[in-house]
């Protein structure tokens, strides 16, 4: 069994495998390590007649606070990408299509909060199931750029798409459901159960017809131009690294990031607030 430095592999039940993303301490900040890792994982269920299908979800208290900012986030990456502007979102557009192109499905399994690349992460995924109080948000466009990997408007539709654009705000999980990032949402303390018997019921099918029901949503995807428009958006995320704006957040994004992240928490707890107050009808 292979040892990776950034995941944990197990078998939960007959058919299925999981990935853990294990940075907790990090809150899983998905590193170039563990894009690879990830990958060779994957990969490797791919050629294994015993996975049918695998589910991804993170360990500790949240599913991903996005990439890494704190490490290069192109040093040895798992493929090559042909280098210059845009080098960056051309990689991790390429490495979330590697998700697609799989031969059996993968489940996306969020809980506590998925940022930014995180979010990206999820939706490479062919399922998304969350938790009722998981908090999933983009506030990268706030200070440095529109999405690496931009799925919103091919796959969330352009109203929802903009409103992430131009907001950053955070969706919970019932409200992820209602504007299709997500299948379904269950409560916190049954995410785990309600995933893994999700899994089961895909396990039940043989890999070979599943690779084609697979293969069939996502050509029909490709048809209507959702591939296209995604690669589109890495020409934007380029030019947003070359505005005036970005460059106090280019030097030093982890503390712009905290500060935001800090605005976040207030204007939620002012939300929550309001809530508390309205009379009940």
């Not at 029901?213 to 959702?226: D, F, T, Y």
């Amino acid at each position: 069994m292979t040892d990776f430095e950034t995941i944990v592999v197990d078998y939960p039940s007959e058919g299925v495998a999981r990935i853990t993303l294990n940075r907790a301490e990090k809150r899983n900040a998905i590193s170039t390590l563990m894009r690879t890792e990830i990958l060779a994982a994957l990969e490797a269920h791919d050629l294994d007649g015993a996975v049918r299908v695998t589910i991804l979800r993170g360990s500790g208290a949240c599913f991903s606070a996005g990439y890494d900012l704190g490490g290069d986030l192109m040093a040895e990456p798992p493929f090559h990408t042909a280098p210059g502007d845009g080098a960056w979102a051309r990689q991790v557009t390429q490495n979330w299509f590697s998700f697609w192109d799989m031969a059996k499905p993968i489940i996306a399994q969020v809980h506590g909060y998925a940022i930014a690349g995180a979010t990206e992460l999820a939706q490479a995924c062919d399922l998304v199931y969350v938790a009722d109080d998981a908090r999933i948000s983009y506030p990268i466009v706030r200070v440095a750029s529109p999405p690496d990997w931009q799925y919103h408007a091919p796959l969330l539709g352009m109203r929802r798409a903009m409103e992430i654009m131009l907001t950053g705000g955070e969706m919970l999980g019932p409200e992820a459901v209602t504007v299709g990032w997500a299948n379904r949402s269950f409560p916190a303390a049954v995410l785990d159960d309600e995933v893994l018997a999700v899994a089961e019921t895909i396990a039940g099918t043989a890999s070979d017809l599943m690779a084609i029901n697979k293969r069939l949503v996502h050509r029909q995807a490709e048809i209507l131009g959702v591939r296209s428009a995604i690669r589109a958006g890495s020409e934007f995320q380029a030019l947003a690294g070359h505005q005036a704006s970005v460059e106090s957040f280019k030097a030093d994004p982890l503390s712009t990031m905290k500060e935001h992240n800090a605005a976040d928490a207030a204007r939620r707890e002012a939300r929550e607030q309001r809530s508390r107050q309205q009379p009940e009808s």
